[in-house]
């Protein structure tokens, strides 16, 4: 059994390859071939263009998205010192007014 398969396969490799002779025989096929090589290649210099093209473009937004995140951080320490700036504010003007009814107290 293991003869009739290989035998198979070896009829349809010799089939094929006299098909394939037939084909390069004509001129015009060796033309359509040839061309159709050209095309997928120019097919292929086209979409590697167009591959580091999107490349560049998904990097340069990366690194708009991080100097986004970047002024977002900032801001948020900023308004967090803020906040504790008022809070230090208030705690300053508490401690002022005790200050004042202590001076009124001693007049």
Known sequence: MGESSTKIDVDKLISYSDDLVEVLKDRRDI???TRCLSQSESLESSCDADFNETLNAIRDYQERIDA????????????????????????????????????????
């Open 31 to 33: 033309d359509s071939l």
């Open 68 to 107: 986004c995140k970047q002024k977002t951080e900032r801001a948020k320490s900023d308004i967090a010192g803020e906040a504790e700036v008022d809070h230090l504010q208030i705690e300053l003007e508490e401690e002022l007014k005790k200050e004042r009814a202590l001076k009124e107290e001693l007049r």
